[in-house]
């Protein structure tokens, strides 16, 4: 299996990421939930521009990355677990369950605490949502999201065919709900009973606070709903509903070297940082 994996992780990555960008961008075209208004190939420059060059930040930094750490641990016995001798039926699903609470709690730590929100902002500055959306982080952010779940991985002893299926997963189920795309009112209410939909995760990257403060979620809805930060429909109705952060309006997010400076320049938190954002949540 480690041999297997070693080889062939790559390619599966690589595999599920192209294939499940094309579908939805060819969906998004078919059945748009709403219209861009804004040309596709410079935001898409960026958001993949990004995306590339966080995955190289990881390389050169962790090399392994998690999927080495859990091999590491499942060879030395490293990790909860491990130490129990957890059979791959029990590990599995625990371990899924676990890395995804994870992600849910990291995703809002990083809305409340100014030095990441730094970084996490770069993602909510896109001013339109859609399949691309999913992948644009700041490089740093990348890194730190990286660093907290190789430890999670060491800690727990996550099975490596389990930080596989998690985070094939966790691409996939980004990308279809930063999608825009537009899903039957009756499947979309199905399936949020379970899964974030993106009707769901369009709320979270509203330009309002009490509205992008919500829905931290990325596979699984129950995380907010049981940590009471779920939010079914934006105020005014997803007709209305804006997207974006009101401080950054302009051309700028969608060009990748500001992007890649958003980070580092000064400013109050953007959702504070406009009158007219003030007097919409009061």
Known sequence: MQ???????????????????????AWEVVSPWRPSGLPRLARWRTNLGLSIAGAIAV??????????????????????????G?????SLPL?????DLLIYAQHATFHHVPIFW??????????????????RFHPLEILASMGIKMVAVAALGVPPVSV?????ALNAMAMFNH????????????????????????IHHSVRKDEHDMNFGFNLSLWDRAFGTYRGSPRGGAENLRIGLDAYKGAEPTRLFWSLALPFLDGARPDKASGEQRQENS
């Not at 992780?9 to 990421?17: C, D, G, Q, S």
């Open 95 to 99: 371990s899924l369950l676990a890395l």
């Open 3 to 25: 041999s297997f994996l070693l080889t062939h992780e790559p390619t599966i990555r690589l595999a599920f990421f192209g294939g499940l960008l094309a579908l939805l961008a």
């Open 59 to 84: 390389r050169l930094a962790a090399p392994a990355a998690a999927m080495g750490v859990a091999l590491w641990c499942e060879a030395k016995e490293v990790g909860l677990f491990n130490q129990l």
């Open 86 to 90: 957890a059979p791959l039926l029990v």
């Open 179 to 202: 999608a825009n795309v537009a899903l039957p009112p009756r499947v979309e209410r199905i399936l949020r009973s379970v899964i974030v939909t993106p009707d769901m995760h369009r």
């Open 118 to 135: 730094r970084m996490h902002r770069v993602h909510h500055a896109d001013p339109v949502i859609d399949v691309t959306t999913a992948v």
């Open 164 to 168: 596989l299926i998690f985070e094939v």
